[in-house]
């Protein structure tokens, strides 16, 4: 089966002629019809021009034209990602029937890039929220366990790469969204550094966490995305003119002397059993193949979820205040303004968007500001002071990437706080600006683990470097959902 | 600090939400426990901390004074749920 | 102000002036006046979800020009803010401002009401956008079914800049005002056009019993655009809040709209209702770090300002109000001195100014900045007059003869033969004649009637169709009628 592959192993079919553009793309499509009624990854694809991009990926091959490395490879975007002419949702009814009029900058550069869009994939409404279970549009399933979340905000992105309904794609992070979803589905997440992607053309939800990056298969793939990608937007203000290095060049099997740093605070009470059993194992691997290990603190990270969702609703809700029914998107019947705005945020948004709006609304409102936001916003500066002062010892920090496997529907949505509080191994990553990488990195009761390597302030490289060594002496990666019967005869459910 | 009812009908006032009775309920129930957590920042001494408002330190972000493409009238008003002439045509205003 | 001999009046006010930066602060869209709707906007202004804003490099240049103009202190760090309120005229719900670290602090002007002088402090000035534009389907607000909205305006850069509550009448009100705008128009970073909306004003009023210290009540009058407005609105307001505090009760603290047609103030906004703006600051950008060097760049391309030019032209010798009028638009004055480099003599120069020039621009609607007669071409003009070659009389046809094709005053005088005749060989005959033609006048004349002198010079005059030089005329028939 052709798909499957990584996007190096198809880039070298392509290369060899061994298979066409339009056949690639083909067997992608026929791939998503058959298992996304089940899953619900996609909330829309794009058949006639993902065909019409490979045709044009099959002339340059019949011309012997050089091929990029992700030229005519096909893959997806989380739908808060904008697109040109191509619905764009947010997965919220408030953006149901939003059509761009431009395209994100990702979407453009992968487009230059000759990658074949196939459609776009399912999320949190908004990216508020860690199970896919806040969409409008229904939720999406974890292959693993059809009964579970496959995480979120970026559940379908997840999916899509892990059933191989694409064979990479582009989520977005501001609390642990790309690389959550990505351990709860056994796959790749990669969340740079603040201001290495840009963000124009994501549809906000906290401008100072927000960050896009690649879901993939491999770590290899990982660093080929994000070269294309990553760099300085004058269209970003928060973009960074840095140095991006070919973050291939860092795929190199050797880890001997890097310095490994293990912060507590992120083994406590809340982390399942199991997964840091399974997590230690990891460590173990790494100590094997020639890493200093030894533990570190950050003693801050306790207060990181409580200022987390003080700043990101704080943004959010400001950030939210554009959709008001007057421009574009849903707009309610009313006599008056007023009541238009009142009631198309009402009927447009769901309940935890809401809720959300709620909180940062009043977290600074007049008489608050101070003692929630301001306080936030200082405690964040502590936050990024503890990496600060562990990355002077350290090259790296690994962690596991969420306390549990992938719950149960329902299990946390009655209790948004519980929710809340399985961010605690991903958010302060936010708050810091840093990147981080989740890795496949084993199994509980069938359900993949997520080990996350946390790194300093633009150097990814590092991060590619130990995922990549952990990756090429482990199988963990290798290992596929095996989809029921009834999944894969695109039955009802 | 406990919120109170008139404290959630003041804010979603402010954030323009028209919220059900069930909802003005919930979300009380809710707000209080996650800014009861959220009091736990306040153990933190943070008197002499600038507070991070931006995760990279950049200034001086511009641009040149240059005029650039605008939107096509079309494609500006194509999303319009009420386009009149090309306005955004919207429901009586009132003095508030 | 006193008034009705119970209350003094204290003003403050808030104006608002477009920056007339080729593009918006935050995106490249054009800033230009009158566009048809909708046709100046892209994602950024039209606030589109995902899109981003990019600071227009040259706001901040106009807004640190304008406050060294108006003797401000330069933030040396300074950021934007988000104010957070809902109006359709705003297409992201929330205006970029800035909150508690302006661009500018502190500074003052001086006005001048009736050959009185008081400075007006003003407090601090900062960047922000425009929103867009409100049409109404009825003829005010109120009385509409439903608006319309076009967002050309949205995203154009303002500068708010923010007096102490230091004005105590009404002309010192208006006198700060046109200080003011002067300013903004000398040093360009506005064209200030009141008629556009190129300037706002929100004018804060409050009285207290006469003799006291601390302040009343104030309410403010959002978003007057002329001087003659602000002059009825602060009249009227005046007068109202007096019949409140004279009736005992207490002005209420809130936010007023002016009515034009009826000419009232009614209550936009109580201070109940008044919007809790949530400011917090403004994540999508970065902060600006103001070095010293940059404001002594910008320092440099500071004109001089009007209150030095007047005092340098009242020292060459002109009137105060003449002094007043000539640099009373950067334009003007700078052509005055240019026309000045060449040709010294200030008061004729002046006079020439304020009279013919001015009476010339105006009847053809131009501006002197679109004049097609350059300062260079005056300067000649008056050259040729004082050198005695033209009459004044005769100068002033060559002057619309300049404007009209282009051309030098020399050329001209050439062209047409309207050099003065100031040689008496020449004129002597013409002299006899006019003696021998007008008997009766020289008998008045030699009998003591001095104004006959003027009909016989009148005479000659126009027997040389005025190209005589009247003064040698009058000297040769005061010897030939001894």
Known sequence: MMIGQSVSELHELLVHKDVSSTELTKAYIDRIQTVDPELKAYLTVIENQAMTQSAEVDRKITQNQVLGPLEGIPMALKDNMCTEGIRTTCASKMLEDFIPPYNATVTERLKVAGTILLGKVNMDEFAMGSSTENSYFGKTRNPWDLERVPGGSSGGAAVAVAVDEAAFTLGSDTGGSIRQPAAFCGVVGMKPTYGAVSRYGLIAFASSLDQIGPLTKTVRDNALVLNAIAGYDPRDSTSVAYEKPDYTKFLVNDIKGLKIGIPRQYYGDGIDPDVARGIQEGIQTLIDLGAEVSECSLPHTEYAIPAYYLIATAEASSNLARYDGVRYGLRAEAEDVLGMFKKTRAEGFGQEVKRRIMLGTYALSSGYYDAYYLKAQKVRTLIKQDFDKAFEKFDVLLSPTAPTTAFRFGEKSADPLAMYLSDITTVPINLAGIPAISIPAGFVKGMPIGMQFMGKAFDEGTLYRAAYTFEQNTQYHTLKPSLSEEVLAGGSR | ?96 | MVVADQYEMVCGIEVHAELQTKTKIFCGCTTEFGGEQNTHVCPVCLGMPGALPVLNREVVNYAIKAGLALDSEIAEFSKFDRKNYFYPDLSKNYQTSQFDLPICIGGKLEIDVDGEKKWIGITRAHMEEDAGKLVHSGTTISTSNESSVDYNRAGVPLLEIVSEPDMSSISEALAYLEKLVQILEYTEVSDCRLEQGSVRFDVNVSLRPHGTKSLGTRTETKNLNSYSSVRRCMEYEVARQARILNAGKNVVQETRTWDEGQGITLTLRSKEEAHDYRYFPEPDLPPLVIDRNWVERIRKTLPELPAKRRARLQALGLPAYDAAVITQARAMSDFFDATLAYYGDAKTLANWIMGDVTRLLNSNQCSVSDSPISAKQLAELLELIKKGTLSGKIAKGVLEEMYGTGKDAAAIVKEKGLAQISDEGALLGIVDDVISANPQSVVDYKAGKDKAIGFLVGQVMKATKGQANPGLVNQLLKEKLV
């Open chain 2, 1 to 96: 600090m406990t919120i109170s009812r008139e404290d959630v009908e003041y804010v979603a006032a402010l954030a323009r939400l028209e919220l059900t009775e069930p909802e003005i309920k919930e979300y009380t129930e809710q707000l209080n426990s996650i800014l009861g957590y959220a009091a736990k920042l306040e153990r933190l001494n943070t008197d002499d901390v600038i507070p991070t408002a931006h995760a990279v330190p950049l200034n001086n972000v511009m641009r040149e004074d240059q005029v650039g493409p605008s939107l096509d009238h079309e494609k500006a008003l194509n999303n319009a749920p009420d386009g009149d002439e090309g306005f955004f045509r919207v429901p009586r205003i009132s003095l508030t």
